[in-house]
């Protein structure tokens, strides 16, 4: 294997380390040199992570011939070194991660880049961050990558003065930090139970456990799969995430869209390893074959998370909340599945939650738009002033933020014009509900038909038939009450003429929607193929052997 190659896999957390470092030690006046620092850092993470998926699939047979590649850092075996994994949904949430990175960085060029100070450098430290908790392969530097991009996403939500972006930030703050603490507790109890913290050689250790040791084993497994729903939004822990993805900035908002993912994506792979019934097949009780944490207790967490968010997805009256009741939304669908623990419902939702971070991406983007295109006060906000300072004499305020401009400075809102700004946003809008609320013809669509269909294939005959029809009922539930809000919310937006203005867009702005948005048209179009490869993903999560063999012998390790 060439050289360049054989380290490819520590490239997506290499790279932004470096870009945020180097970033950090430029001038502000040397903004070109900055952007162009940060854009080619995101585009050869999006590379790599490219070639490693590639490397996953059976186009590349002589690499990594069954599908999974490990990377052992300073040469150190596990599991006593640090090891870095890749399989196919490893690559495919490091191409998640990189595209809406990148979508973010775009729009964060037409203005929010140059609010406050390091947003480059934060960008690229939460990327790092995300990309290293999609590869590691064992609990302490997962607890290390969620506090790096967790430190970053601090710094994200508070760029830009606002009182409620302070305020959100808090609250998003203390939860966070309570779940780290939780982590790092779950953590410790591992490694002083099993004497190791390798994610691969953890159900071999954890099934020679004596019963004693195994209770608390199951204990330390609980207080870790609390934290990483905490990370994920479910309910009751989620609190915070409306509020908080509302008050932050569009680009900030929109990359946050896979910060509840990285929890999910832990909750995947640690379910799919304690409970695999191959890793423990020697074991002789079955406590640890089937956690009621990672299947019966999430159908159950999850089904209150989608519920949770129909009701405020009903409520909510402002449209970046109600996006953000869509993010739950789609963790609790996600979690529904897993509690389940039906193989053939997997791969939809794999299909799913792909569809679902590129959509309410590029929704948060275009909230950032719409935001600037309606400026009615309310009973709590007086109305502007006839001329207010950064504004126009109508009470336009470009990108919601007041200031007072330099003599003689150039109009921020000078840049390139798009024709009918109005009836660009408003198709934007329209794809976006479509896709948020899994209406035809656009892929959450083609995932929700996939997910119902199989839900209702499983319910024929089963034990848990109920538990498979509540699926069906509360799938269509939160769709009909997202369309529903989403219709009322987007007929004031574009319907109403009242104190509506029409904002000249950049393309900065706007490329990036639109790309984000033809993305799951193609996924819509290549669904055939895309479900193929998410159904051999969904397989090698339920059979981890080739993992877990893959990463303590080093076999088609580069």
């Known amino acids: 294997m060439s050289p360049w190659l054989q380290h490819l896999p520590a490239v997506p957390i290499v790279v932004p380390l470096l870009a945020a470092a180097a970033i950090l030690f430029l001038a502000e006046r040397a903004r070109a040199l900055r952007v162009a620092v940060a854009c080619v850092s995101i585009l050869v993470q999006l590379v790599a992570a490219i070639l490693l998926l590639a490397l996953t699939t059976e186009a590349f047979p002589d690499i990594w011939s069954r599908g999974v590649g490990a990377y052992a850092i300073g040469g150190w075996q596990a599991p006593f070194g640090i090891v870095l994994v890749i399989d196919r949904l490893t690559g495919l949430m490091l191409i998640l991660s990189a595209v809406v990175g990148l979508a973010a960085f775009v729009n964060s060029l037409a203005y929010w880049d140059r609010v406050g100070p390091h947003f480059h450098t934060l960008l690229q430290l939460l990327l790092a961050g995300v990309n290293g908790a999609f590869l590691t392969g064992d609990l302490f530097n997962l607890f290390v990558c969620f506090e790096v991009l967790l430190a970053a996403s601090y710094g994200l939500l508070l760029h830009g003065s606002n009182a409620q972006r302070v305020k959100s930030g808090l609250h998003y703050i203390v939860v966070n930090l309570v779940g780290s603490l939780l982590f790092l507790i779950g953590v410790s109890l591992i490694y002083g139970v099993t004497g190791t913290l390798n994610m691969a050689d953890l159900p071999a250790r954890a099934a020679a456990l004596s019963h004693a040791d195994r209770s608390l084993f199951d204990a330390a497994v609980a207080i870790l799969g609390v934290a990483f729903l905490t990370k994920a939004g479910c309910w009751p822990l989620n609190f915070w995430l409306p509020g908080a993805y509302a008050a932050a900035s569009a680009p900030v908002a929109a990359v946050f869209a896979i910060l509840t993912k990285v929890g999910v994506y832990a909750l995947l792979r640690l379910g799919s390893l304690i409970g695999s019934a191959d890793a423990l097949a020697h074991a002789e009780g079955s406590a640890l074959l089937r956690p009621d944490l990672f299947h019966g207790g999430l159908y159950y967490l999850g089904i209150a998370t989608m519920g949770y968010g129909i009701f405020g997805t009903i409520a909510a009256q402002q449209l970046s909340r109600l996006v953000g009741y869509s993010v739950i939304l789609s963790t609790g669908l996600v979690l529904t599945?897993?509690?389940?623990?039906?193989?053939?419902?997997?791969?939809?939702?794999?299909?799913?939650?792909?569809?679902?971070?590129?959509?309410?991406?590029?929704?948060?983007?275009?909230?950032?738009?719409?935001?600037?295109?309606?400026?009615?006060?309310?009973?709590?906000?007086?109305?502007?002033?006839?001329?207010?300072?950064?504004?126009?004499?109508?009470?336009?305020?470009?990108?919601?933020?007041?200031?007072?401009?330099?003599?003689?400075?150039?109009?921020?809102?000078?840049?390139?014009?798009?024709?009918?700004?109005?009836?660009?946003?408003?198709?934007?809008?329209?794809?976006?509900?479509?896709?948020?609320?899994?209406?035809?013809?656009?892929?959450?669509?083609?995932?929700?038909?996939?997910?119902?269909?199989?839900?209702?294939?499983?319910?024929?005959?089963?034990?848990?038939?109920?538990?498979?029809?509540?699926?069906?009922?509360?799938?269509?539930?939160?769709?009909?009450?997202?369309?529903?809000?989403?219709?009322?919310?987007?007929?004031?937006?574009?319907?109403?003429?009242?104190?509506?203005?029409?904002?000249?867009?950049?393309?900065?702005?706007?490329?990036?929607?639109?790309?984000?948005?033809?993305?799951?048209?193609?996924?819509?179009?290549?669904?055939?193929?895309?479900?193929?490869?998410?159904?051999?993903?969904?397989?090698?999560?339920?059979?981890?052997?080739?993992?877990?063999?893959?990463?303590?012998?080093?076999?088609?390790?580069?």
């Open 337 to 558: 599945v897993m509690g389940l623990d039906h193989p053939p419902l997997l791969a939809p939702a794999l299909f799913y939650l792909v569809g679902s971070v590129l959509a309410t991406a590029a929704f948060f983007m275009l909230v950032g738009m719409t935001d600037r295109a309606r400026r009615t006060p309310t009973a709590r906000e007086p109305a502007p002033p006839a001329i207010p300072a950064g504004g126009t004499p109508g009470g336009y305020v470009p990108f919601g933020v007041r200031r007072t401009p330099a003599p003689h400075a150039e109009d921020d809102e000078v840049g390139v014009a798009i024709p009918g700004a109005m009836v660009f946003m408003g198709l934007m809008f329209v794809c976006c509900v479509l896709l948020v609320t899994g209406s035809p013809p656009l892929s959450g669509f083609v995932a929700k038909f996939a997910l119902l269909s199989a839900a209702v294939h499983a319910a024929a005959g089963a034990s848990w038939a109920t538990a498979a029809w509540m699926l069906v009922f509360m799938t269509l539930a939160a769709g009909l009450a997202s369309l529903v809000a989403l219709t009322r919310i987007g007929m004031r937006l574009f319907w109403s003429v009242t104190g509506r203005n029409t904002p000249r867009l950049r393309v900065f702005e706007a490329a990036p929607v639109a790309i984000l948005v033809l993305l799951c048209i193609a996924l819509t179009l290549a669904a055939g193929p895309a479900m193929q490869f998410l159904e051999d993903t969904a397989a090698s999560l339920r059979a981890p052997r080739i993992y877990i063999e893959t990463v303590l012998t080093g076999e088609d390790a580069p």
